[in-house]
């Protein structure tokens, strides 16, 4: 039996702990939404993991001043 993904596999989001409010990387109508993810083994989230989405995109002056439509993510893990 394949155990399920919920037990194999977690959001970087979760393991580290980041404010539900934070875990938002693109805008459509100025609703924030959470869709790009970073998942981590079960094994390396408890080992520790970091991560923060950037804010630069979503909030920028203008369309011309963002990179993208979505705001960066950045994640840190202990691989050893």
Known sequence: MIA???DLMHDADVASG????ERYTYVYDQNC?????IYV???VAERGVRAEHVHVNNWAESLSARAS????????VKVC
């Open 41 to 43: 083994s079960a094994a």
């Open 4 to 6: 399920p993904i919920e």
């Open 33 to 37: 939404q959470q869709i790009d993810h």
């Open 69 to 76: 439509d979505h705001d960066p993510s950045v994640g840190m």
């Open 18 to 21: 980041m404010p539900t409010a």
